[in-house]
């Protein structure tokens, strides 16, 4: 897809992925519409933007019904959407009996259940050709110790856009999925960081992140992963899973020095 000129819909635009991703798209020449949970860090973000004045800032302080409705009511007429990208997310790295009931269902509603009523919203404000492009993650394809509901979260997200691709496949509107893995941004904890490290996991900037999104965009990729080992390591997970279940098993020692209690959760 070519993005100059289109409206994009950009969710979790204020968290470190989302602003490099706008900036990105602002870049391609892209009319984008940042929202998020703080109307000032966006209108900063807008500001730092190619062209500010082609962009909107719309704040969505809690993604209710009514703040969803309200931004659906902004596209009408000759304003439609070409875009909408699902990436606002959340994680918590903790055992599962160390996390409340809120914790477990705030993941599942703001990694799952937003974007779901946030696309079925949206839908219907569509231009033809338009774009869905969730932003998922490597573990919901690879479940990962101390990322119990964070990997169930993000593999519901991965199989609500592959049906809602297959539903969709008659109309032109496509449904992308890009998978990152682990990202140095504000959503992780020090626990996390110190954890990729001694496990030699590979993280990713906010710009790498972007760059991958934006190519999976522009390429209009249905399914794409950053990292070669990652995607090797989903494929031996789908086809042989005790291997991978042995291989994690093993790193539990090194896991499990890292996994804490008091791990916050927020909104990127």
């Known amino acids: 897809m ?14 470190g992925i989302g ?17 998020g949970r703080s109307q000032s860090e966006l209108e900063t973000l807008r500001h730092r933007m190619q062209d500010p004045e082609r962009h909107t800032v719309f704040a969505l302080f809690d993604y209710s019904d009514e703040e969803i409705l309200a931004l659906s009511r902004c596209f009408q007429a000759e304003r439609r959407i070409d875009v909408l990208i699902n990436n606002a997310g959340t ?10 009931p809120a914790d477990i269902r705030e993941q599942l509603r703001i990694n799952v259940e937003i974007p779901m009523i946030l696309t079925s919203t949206l839908l ?10 969730n932003v998922g993650s490597i573990l919901g394809e690879l479940g990962h110790p101390g990322y119990s509901v964070y990997s169930a979260s993000k593999a519901a997200l991965y199989r609500f856009s592959e049906a809602l691709g297959r539903e969709l496949g008659a109309s032109g509107i496509k449904v ?31 710009d790498e992140v972007a760059r991958f999104i934006t190519e999976s965009l522009t390429q209009e990729r249905l399914r794409t992963r950053i990292g070669r080992m990652e995607r090797i390591f989903v ?14 098993i093993k790193k539990l020692p090194v896991i499990n020095r890292f996994l804490q209690s008091d791990a916050s ?4």
């Open 124 to 133: 219907p404000s569509f231009n033809a050709g338009a774009i869905i492009l």
């Open 91 to 100: 994680s918590r790295f903790a055992r599962l009996v160390q996390q409340s």
């Open 19 to 35: 602003q490099a991703l706008a900036l990105r798209l602002a870049a391609a020449g892209a009319c984008v519409w940042l929202v």
């Open 176 to 206: 992308l999925y890009a998978a990152p893995r682990s990202a140095k941004t504000s959503l992780n904890s020090s626990a996390v960081n110190a954890m990729n490290a001694a496990l030699g996991n590979k993280s990713d900037s906010p």
């Open 2 to 15: 070519e993005l100059r000129n289109k409206n994009i819909v950009l969710t979790g635009a204020n968290g």
């Open 235 to 248: 494929f031996i997970n789908a086809v042989f899973p005790t291997l991978v279940d042995r291989a994690l």
């Open 265 to 268: 959760v927020e909104m990127k």
